[in-house]
Structures are given as structure tokens and as C-alpha cells.
């Protein structure tokens, strides 16, 4: 779900014996306050242990600004040593009682550009909400990544779902959210038609 955003769709990467080559674009609002040429991918990986070099490539061909993964699987001790090329770790959510899941945002972006919300990241549960929250302070951007258990609540979700986004609005800047909701999209099911109707009060949906 994606909210008063554009995305570039141009690659400028190349990938030369392992290594990302990037000539990284400016990340501007134009005249009329709309994002262009930031690059943000969410990837649900079941373990980032096994998937770094995949998700290495992948950056490498999208020029990421910012990758937004889900179900990384580690606790906080391991993954705040992880880069994924240049992609640094900026902050996460790690489970203390269960296995699994688990939500993380990396960038290239310097720390200084970057706020970590704690008043969202505080919002999780285990199973039910698992966010990563940081701003994007020259943009005015907040940016989410989410997961949600398919053995979680999904009252629950909903919840924290609506908190989330009554706290960004009030914040009254442009916003991404990202991740899994493990909610079927595809079918008539009346979760998918509850969560669409949610981020409609709240944000210009559209999707990505």
C-alpha cells in the first residue's frame, strides 16, 4: 500500500564480479509536494540467513534506496550487524518468545537523514504486528514495513492497524506502508475488504 508516492522505475545498477556498481539518483518533492526518484522495495524472505546474496542482487539491479524485508527470522543481536550492499541496517523488529517472522528496514541513506519512530515501533505485538518505522527527515516520509502472522489476531491486526495510521495522520506528512498482512487480496474475503476500507480513511491507496 502506497500513499501520495511515485516510484522510479529506471535501474542504474550493474552488477561487475559480485560487486554493485550504483549512480544513485537525487531523492527530491517537486513542485507539487510528490516524491520522485526514491526506490523502495519490500521483500518477505523467511530468513535472511539464506537469502543475503539473493537480496544482495536485488539490490544491486533495482538501485535500492530503501529495502523493506519481512520474516528475517533473527534476533536483534544478529541483525543489526547485517548490510545488504550498501544498504545499511536502520532498525527492526525481532520476536522474544516465538520463532521466526520479524520486520527490518535497511538504506543507503546516512543516519542523520533518518528518524526511528518509536511511538509506532512501540505499537507491535508479536504474531498480531510486527513494525519497523523510521522517517525519512528531508522528505517529510514515513515509511512502514509490516508483518503479520497468519497465527496471529487479526482483530488484533486491525487494532494496531488503525492506531498506526491515526498517529501518521496526525504527523500530517507523505507516507509508505509496506510488508505482509498474510490477508488475501485476491478472493471475496471480507478481511481484504476491511483493511482496503481502513487505509481508505486514512491514506490514498494504490497498489504496488
Avoid at 17 to 41: A, V
Avoid at 96 to 120: L, N
Wanted: with cysteine; hydrophobic share 35%; aromatic share 8%.
Amino acid at each position: 500500500m502506497i500513499s501520495n508516492t511515485r516510484r522510479s522505475s529506471s535501474l542504474n545498477d550493474k552488477v561487475t564480479n559480485g560487486k554493485c556498481n550504483s549512480k544513485k539518483e537525487n531523492n527530491i518533492l517537486d513542485n507539487n509536494s510528490k516524491m520522485t526518484n526514491i526506490k523502495i522495495c519490500h521483500q518477505n524472505c523467511q530468513s535472511l540467513f539464506n537469502k543475503i546474496g539473493i537480496l544482495e542482487n536485488m539490490s544491486c539491479d533495482l538501485n535500492l534506496d530503501f529495502l523493506c524485508i519481512t520474516e528475517h527470522w533473527m534476533d536483534y543481536n544478529e541483525i543489526c550487524k547485517y548490510s545488504i550492499n550498501e544498504l545499511n541496517y536502520v532498525t527492526s523488529y525481532c520476536r522474544t518468545t516465538k520463532a521466526h517472522g520479524g520486520s527490518a528496514i535497511f538504506t543507503r541513506y546516512d543516519v542523520s537523514q533518518i528518524k526511528i519512530m518509536d511511538d509506532i515501533n512501540r505499537l507491535s505485538v508479536e504474531l498480531d504486528c510486527e513494525i519497523a518505522c523510521v522517517e525519512i527527515l528531508n522528505l517529510k516520509l514515513v515509511l512502514v514495513s509490516i508483518y503479520r502472522s497468519p497465527n496471529g489476531t487479526v482483530d488484533r491486526f486491525f487494532e494496531i492497524m488503525e492506531k498506526l495510521l491515526s498517529h501518521i495522520n496526525r504527523l500530517n506528512k507523505q507516507s509508505v506502508i509496506c510488508g505482509d498482512f498474510n490477508i488475501n487480496f485476491l478472493g471475496d474475503d471480507k478481511n481484504s475488504v476491511n483493511l482496503v476500507n481502513l487505509f481508505s480513511m486514512y491514506l490514498e491507496v494504490t497498489n504496488a
